[in-house]
């Protein structure tokens, strides 16, 4: 007789262990764009040194010039993207057939720009008259002139232009007083779109809109 073999158990691989997802960190530029956009839009342009943004962000001022020749250049840097969108928004906006659809349309697009660049419409909406001079709210500047030239007939009542003024100011100075004040957001982000979606279409709704033709 054979001795017993001993019984055989399957042999179960080990698990193997899922790496953890690494955490993504921002670059220093990004870090000290975020920080100074927060500063300048709370505290104000003239109000912020570079050593601020650099103890606020946890950097030397070193390193801040290391990225930055200066503050304006910060600055630039800081608010180029939204106005580089805003741009983007109202060209979309002259090129398409007049109506009720391109508004409603520009409505929408002009609400997640908003929601997406709040502190950079807040700074160059409130800071403009100080900042003169400077390209990047220059620049700002003539973009916001002509979206209110295109938004408003030439022959635009003043009752239409502070249409204009609340619907653009008045929505970027409530999102950020939130923030400011509050230290949070006035309501979520989902009730916040609908309700800048009924206030502002209803502010904008009375105002003449130019044609195709005069608006380009």
């Known amino acids: 007789m054979h001795p017993e073999s001993p019984p055989t158990h399957p042999v179960v691989p ?9 955490v993504t960190r921002l670059s220093t530029g990004d870090e000290l764009r975020a920080t100074a956009l927060a ?6 342009f003239a109000g912020t040194s570079l050593q601020q943004i650099a103890d606020a962000a946890g950097y ?18 800081v608010l180029t993207p939204a106005i580089d969108r805003l741009e983007v928004i109202l060209d979309r906006f002259v090129s398409a057939p007049d109506g009720a659809a391109s508004r409603r349309r520009f409505v929408d697009d002009f609400i997640d720009f908003l929601l997406e660049f709040r502190l950079e ?31 408003c007939h030439d022959g635009a009542s003043t009752e239409d232009r502070i249409r204009f003024g609340i619907a653009l ?34 502010l904008l709704a009375p105002v003449a809109v130019h044609t195709s033709q005069s608006r380009k």
């Open 121 to 151: 419409l807040h700074t160059f909406i409130n800071q403009a008259q100080s900042l003169r001079g400077i390209p990047v709210i220059d620049r700002a500047g003539v973009l916001i002139v002509r979206l209110s030239d295109t938004l």
């Open 39 to 44: 500063q300048f839009a709370s505290i104000g």
């Open 60 to 77: 030397s001022k070193s390193s801040v010039l290391y990225h930055f020749a200066s503050k304006e250049a910060l600055l630039g840097e």
């Open 14 to 22: 080990s698990p193997v262990e899922t790496p953890p997802h690494p």
């Open 169 to 202: 100011g008045g929505a970027a100075y409530t999102l950020v007083a939130g923030m400011t004040f509050l230290n949070k957001d006035i309501a979520p982000a989902d009730e916040i779109r609908q309700a800048l979606a009924v206030v502002i279409a209803e």
